[in-house]
């Protein structure tokens, strides 16, 4: 069965940094699109970063460019995502998904596979 599992979240201030990682089994990991996605209180859920399974290409919302950085080790099955600087409005549950590549890895694809979340809390 497939399993996304995310760890690394936290309490942090602003201005720090913090690593988020995804556990991911049950699927061909390195033939999905994965991403980061996020979603504060009350608030629509965003596409943070994605990072493609052929080339690793990524993209970032406008946002946290230049700040965080996502990765994947395909041989571990796993994904995940350096963020510095944090601000307050990153603050947000962030989830893990995954998209077979038969669908085009961006960060306003519909993800087939989802996480239950790490709260990341910047104040």
């Known amino acids: 069965h497939v399993q996304l599992v995310e760890s690394g979240g936290g309490s942090v201030q602003a201005g720090g940094p913090l690593r988020l990682s995804c556990a991911a089994s049950?699927?061909?990991?390195?033939?999905?699109?994965m991403g980061w996605f996020r979603q504060p209180p009350g608030k629509e859920r965003e596409g943070v970063a994605v990072i493609d399974s052929d080339d690793g290409s990524t993209d970032y919302t406008d946002s946290v460019k230049g700040r965080f950085t996502i990765s994947r080790d395909n041989a571990k099955n796993s994904l995940t995502l350096q963020m510095t600087d944090l601000k307050p409005e990153d603050t947000a549950m962030y989830y893990c998904?995954?998209?077979?590549?038969?669908?085009?890895?961006?960060?306003?694809?519909?993800?087939?596979?989802w996480g239950q979340g790490t709260q990341v809390t910047v104040s």
């Open positions: 998904a995954a998209l077979s590549a038969d669908g085009r890895c961006g960060l306003r694809s519909v993800f087939q596979f």
């Open positions: 049950g699927f061909a990991y390195s033939s999905y699109c």
